[in-house]
């Protein structure tokens, strides 16, 4: 539970923590001390009621009219507000918590909390060894309730200076930590998706400077590697596109004039036959089987390298492609969205993206069991996007990518680009992106 709190809460909660036990501290420490100390203060009042109550008796033996001595004595007391001559036979006097229940300031549960102690003294008073009083120093405990009000108002709102300043502290120091931290993920996030591009700002503590720093150089490494990674993969597609380039001219130049050789002497020799000899037959196996080796050459042919490119332009051969296709599966409805800009765009990106729809389409044919089908191609601003559609069975879970769609991420990984394989609506997508400006060609040795 502690580690999924935010960094500030986990800093604030012990502050607070700390400064409400600190207050609560200082209010026990308040109601301990705070009585004893009444207590105390009070203490030489009471000694003193003591000794005025021994003269007063001394006073009274000694005088001629005690009951006149007395009755001036408690008219002298009339101006003092703490000492008080209780009559045996009298009203009571009101005790001292009587007198502050309601202390003008200070509110009641302070003065509970507080726990005031009994600080009233009486001493009694005796006429001729008979007791008809006593003298009770009853103390006005509102201003040391006051003062103690205003000492705790005091000690809480220093608590809470204290507090706000120290979170107002803790909230800088936590922003100018947690702000480069946050950079330091979101460059991290970045990296992750392969955008090492924008550099991760270098600030806050030491600590934190060192590890934004070391992403950085982190960054710029995999910018590196990932750029050597592209020129390498765009060798090696080079290299794929020369050797089938190669293949292609060598069936073409050597298997091509040996079958043609092949299908002339066929015919030839079924010419030169006699309609009833024994050679006719075979003869005609012979000549249906070269025409079939030649077919099955020239499909071998468009699919090592698209001859036609280079000649008519992408978009041309893109057609072509489609119209082969109809041909082959006349029960898929092919529909299609081809931009006829595309022939101006040549190499090793008009290839690439021929080779996926060609890659797409033979997927379509085997794989998919599709009613309906959609190829589109067009340039929108300074990409390529390219998108091939079926209404089949799609993908296996675990399988998203095929050999054949293997290698045809690899080319567009080559080019700057990227390959996705997506299920919508009951709909497969494959859905390319290119740059449209010509990719630098990493350098073949031969």
Not at 10 to 24: E, H, K, N, V
Not at 36 to 42: A, K, N, S, V
Not at 115 to 120: E, G, I, Q, R, S
Not at 188 to 201: H, S, V, W
Request: hydrophobic letters at 40%.
């Amino acid at each position: 539970m502690w580690q999924r709190l935010s960094f500030r809460t986990q800093l604030f909660l012990p502050l607070g923590a700390s400064f409400l036990a600190a207050l609560i501290l200082g209010g026990i420490l308040l109601q301990i001390f705070a009585a004893g100390q009444l207590d105390d203060e009070h203490e030489p009042a009471r000694r003193s009621i003591r000794t005025i109550a021994t003269a007063l008796n001394d006073t009274l033996r000694a005088s001629d009219n005690p009951q006149k001595t007395l009755d001036a004595f408690v008219q002298s007391l009339a101006g003092s507000s703490d000492i008080h001559f209780r009559s045996a036979e009298g009203v009571p006097a009101p005790s001292p918590k009587d007198t502050m229940r309601n202390p003008q300031g200070v509110p009641q549960w302070f003065v509970d909390l507080l726990m005031v102690p009994d600080t009233d003294a009486a001493a009694p008073v005796l006429i001729d060894g008979r007791h008809i009083g006593d003298i009770v120093f009853l103390p006005d405990l509102s201003a040391d309730l006051f003062e103690k009000w205003i000492g705790f108002l005091a000690l809480t709102s220093l608590v809470a200076v204290l507090m706000m300043l120290t979170g107002i502290i803790a909230y800088i120091f936590a922003g100018s930590a947690l702000r480069p931290l946050r950079h330091l993920g979101e460059g991290l996030t970045r990296m992750r998706r392969g955008d090492y591009a924008k550099p991760i700002p270098v600030g806050g503590p030491p600590e934190i400077r060192q590890s934004c720093t070391e992403a950085n150089a982190l960054a710029a490494t995999l910018a590196q590697l990932s750029q050597d990674n592209r020129d390498l993969m765009h060798r090696l597609v080079s290299l794929q596109d020369d050797e089938r380039r190669d293949l292609a001219r060598e069936l073409h130049d050597e298997l091509g004039p040996l079958l043609f050789s092949i299908r002339a002497g066929t015919i030839a020799l079924v010419e030169a036959s006699p309609s009833e000899g024994n050679l006719g037959n075979p003869a005609q196996q012979v000549l249906q089987s070269v025409e079939a080796l030649q077919q099955t050459n020239r499909r071998i042919l468009d699919r090592l390298r698209p001859l036609y490119i280079e000649e008519l332009g992408l978009a041309t051969s893109v057609q072509t492609l489609l119209r082969n296709f109809r041909k082959q599966a006349p029960h898929i409805n092919l529909t299609d969205t081809i931009d006829p800009d595309l022939n101006v765009i040549d190499g090793p990106l008009a290839r690439t993206i021929y080779r996926v729809i060609q890659e797409a389409l033979t997927n379509v044919l085997r794989h998919a069991k599709a009613g309906s089908a959609h190829v589109q191609a067009t340039i929108a601003g300074e990409t390529l996007v390219v998108e091939i559609s079926d209404d089949g069975g799609g993908f296996p879970a675990d399988n998203v990518f095929g050999r054949g769609l293997t290698g045809m991420h690899e080319r567009v990984r080559a080019l700057s680009g990227s390959l996705s394989l997506l299920r919508v609506d009951e709909r497969t997508y494959v859905r390319c992106r290119l740059p449209s400006a010509p990719t630098r060609e990493a350098p073949v040795n031969r």
